[in-house]
């Protein structure tokens, strides 16, 4: 930070610090830009926070502890339409009925 005016100085400001934001960052950074990152929440990640969560919660209940302002219907679709969604998509998703 420049003491005098109180500016950083930079190439690229990103706004938000989720997972595109710090990847853009990273690489830009990484290309030699002075980069700077403005965050207004309290942690770093984003909604990526949530995203592993999104495929691993095997319940409803479960999703609800870990992402309780979420909309609940989505959550429930998301939760119970799983098993139903990717197979024969992805060939890592579960074949077992959650429901």
Known sequence: MNRTSGQVPADLLVIGAGMAGLTAGAWAARNGARVV???????????????????????????????PGGDPELGRVLVDGFADGPRGYVPWAPTADRR
Do not use: K
């Open 37 to 67: 990152v403005a965050e207004h929440a309290p942690t770093l990640g984003g909604s990526a926070a949530f995203a592993g969560f999104v495929w691993t919660a095997p319940t409803f209940e479960a999703l609800r502890t870990v992402n």
